[in-house]
C-alpha cells in the first residue's frame, strides 16, 4: 500500500477512505511515514481531521503530538469538538492545555465544553483563568456569545482612510482570516460602526473613517439565541455580524461560517428531539449519559402503548367477530402516522427559520387541516376500495374508508399543532413532537378504525 506519489489531495482522499474502511491499516500507514502525515496535515488539516476522526483516539493522539504546535492546533480546530476532546484526554494535561491556547480562542472554547470534568480541573490551571477560551466556554453553546470569535479588526473612530489602511496591514498577520470587517470604537469601546475593505479603498485620501462607515450597524448580545444570528447574517446578507455587551461595547463577532455550523447543528438536534434522543448527543456521548437521556421517552412510549392496549381491549369482541380487521388495523395507524410525520415536518422548519408569528398559528393548522382533508378523501377511497376487495366484504372497506379519513384528518392538525402548543409554552418545538403525534395517530386510528366496525359491522 502506497500513497507516495500521489499529490497531496490524492494522498488525502485515498486516506480519508482507508481510515474509514480499515482504520488499522490507515494508523500503520500514517506512522511509517511520518513526512507525508506532516505534510498532509499542513496544507491540508481538513482532510487530516476527518481522517484522525475515523482512527482511535490513543492513535490520533500520537499523530497529533508527531506535529509541531501550529499544525496540530490548525487539525484540532477542523475537528468536531467532541472527538477533539477525545483526543486532547490522551495527551499530558500540560501539553493538551498549551495546543488548546495555540487554537483558535472560539474553536478551543468549544473542545473545553465536551472535556470530562476530570481532565477539565487537570487542564484549567495550566491554562489559566485569564484564558481567552476559558471565558468563552462561560457563555451558551447555543449563544452569539458561544460562536464569537474575539480575533476581530478594530480602529478607533478618530483615524483617517489612509491610516486605517495602514493599521489593517498590520492587523493581517495576527488576524488571517478572522480579517472580515473593521469594527471602528470609541474611546471606551462601543461600536460606533463598521467599515468595508470597499469603503476604505475608494475612500478619498484624508477622508476619516467616521465619514464612510456605517453607523449603528446591525448587531447582537452575547446572549441572543443562535437561530436569530443566523437569521440576521442570512437576511442582511453578511459574512459576520459584531457582538457587543449590554453597554455597547464591541467584544467579538460571528463569522458566517459558525452561524452555518450552528444552523446545522439545530436541525440535527431537532431531528434528536423529535424522537426523544438528547438534543446534544452524539456517537461519543457517554453511554450511561445515552440511556439517561433516551429511558424517560421510552418509558413514556411505554405507558403510551398500555394506556392503548387497554383502550383496545374493549373492542375484543369486534376483532373476534371479524379477523380481517386486525389484519387491517396497520394500515389506517401507518397512513395517519405518515401524513402526521409530513405536516409535523413542515411545521417545525417554519419555526425553524421565523416564518410562523404566534398571530397566524391559527391560519396554519386551517390550512395543514384542509390538506388532510383533501388527501384524505383520496386515500380513503382507495383504502376502502381495496379494503374490501381484500375482506370481500363492502362493510369492511367502509369502515376503512371512515378511520382512514378520520385519522388522516386528524394527524395533520395534530402534526401542526403539537409543535406550535410547545412554542407557545416556551418549549423547543421538536421536543418528542413524534412521540406525540404517534400516540395521537395509534389512539385515533385503531380507537376510530374500531369504533366504527363496532357500529357498521
Do not use: C
Not at 449603528?216 to 442570512?234: C, F, G, M, W
Not at 367502509?398 to 382512514?404: D, G, K, M, Q, R
Amino acid at each position: 500500500m502506497r500513497f507516495r506519489l500521489l499529490r497531496p489531495r490524492e494522498l488525502a482522499h485515498g486516506l480519508r477512505e482507508l481510515a474509514r474502511r480499515r482504520p488499522e491499516d490507515a494508523e500503520s500507514y500514517l506512522e511509517d511515514h511520518g513526512e507525508e502525515w506532516e505534510a498532509l496535515a499542513g496544507q491540508l488539516p481538513q482532510d487530516a481531521a476527518d481522517i484522525l476522526e475515523a482512527i482511535t483516539e490513543e492513535a490520533a493522539a500520537e499523530l497529533i503530538a508527531d506535529l509541531d504546535d501550529e499544525d496540530a492546533a490548525d487539525v484540532l480546530d477542523e475537528m468536531r469538538p467532541a472527538a477533539a476532546a477525545e483526543v486532547l484526554a490522551e495527551l499530558p494535561p500540560q501539553e493538551a492545555a498549551h495546543l488548546l491556547e495555540v487554537m483558535e480562542a472560539d474553536q478551543a472554547a468549544d473542545v473545553i465544553g465536551e472535556l470530562d470534568e476530570d481532565l477539565l480541573a487537570d487542564i484549567t490551571p495550566e491554562l489559566g483563568v485569564d484564558s481567552e477560551a476559558v471565558r468563552l466556554a462561560l457563555y451558551a453553546d447555543d449563544s452569539a456569545g458561544g460562536l464569537m470569535t474575539t480575533d476581530v479588526a478594530t480602529l478607533p473612530i478618530g483615524i483617517t482612510t489612509g491610516e486605517a489602511i495602514e493599521r489593517l496591514r498590520q492587523l493581517n498577520e495576527t488576524l488571517g482570516s478572522n480579517l472580515r470587517y473593521v469594527y471602528i470604537v470609541d474611546d471606551e469601546s462601543r461600536l460606533a460602526g463598521v467599515l468595508s475593505f470597499r469603503d476604505l479603498v475608494f475612500a478619498r485620501p484624508g477622508t476619516g473613517v467616521d465619514e464612510v462607515m456605517v453607523e449603528s450597524p446591525v448587531q447582537v448580545k452575547t446572549d441572543t439565541d443562535r437561530e436569530v444570528v443566523a437569521e440576521l447574517i442570512q437576511r442582511y446578507h453578511l459574512i459576520a455580524i459584531p457582538v457587543v455587551d449590554d453597554g455597547g461595547r464591541l467584544l467579538g463577532m460571528v463569522k458566517v461560517s459558525e452561524a452555518l455550523e450552528a444552523v446545522q447543528e439545530e436541525a440535527t438536534e431537532d431531528i434528536a428531539m423529535m424522537v426523544g434522543a438528547g438534543a446534544e448527543e452524539t456517537v461519543y456521548t457517554p453511554i450511561a449519559v445515552s440511556v439517561r437521556r433516551r429511558l424517560p421517552w421510552i418509558t413514556l412510549n411505554l405507558a403510551m402503548g398500555l394506556t392503548l392496549a387497554l383502550f383496545l381491549r374493549t373492542f375484543e369482541g369486534t376483532i373476534e367477530a371479524n379477523a380481517t380487521l386486525a389484519a387491517l388495523m396497520p394500515m389506517v395507524a401507518l397512513l395517519g402516522g405518515n401524513t402526521g410525520a409530513q405536516s409535523l415536518a413542515v411545521v417545525i422548519r417554519a419555526l425553524a427559520v421565523g416564518d410562523i408569528p404566534a398571530q397566524r398559528a391559527p391560519r396554519v393548522i386551517a390550512r395543514e387541516a384542509q390538506v388532510g382533508v383533501i388527501n384524505g378523501l383520496v386515500i380513503a377511497g382507495l383504502s376502502g376500495v381495496l379494503g374490501g376487495v381484500v375482506a370481500a366484504d363492502a362493510a369492511v372497506g367502509l369502515v376503512i374508508a371512515v378511520a382512514v379519513f378520520v385519522n388522516m384528518a386528524v394527524a395533520v392538525v395534530a402534526g401542526a399543532g403539537v409543535p406550535l402548543v410547545l412554542k407557545s409554552l416556551g418549549q423547543d418545538p421538536a421536543l418528542a413532537s413524534n412521540i406525540f403525534l404517534t400516540m395521537v395517530t395509534d389512539l385515533v386510528g385503531f380507537g376510530g378504525f374500531l369504533l366504527t366496525a363496532s357500529l357498521v359491522l
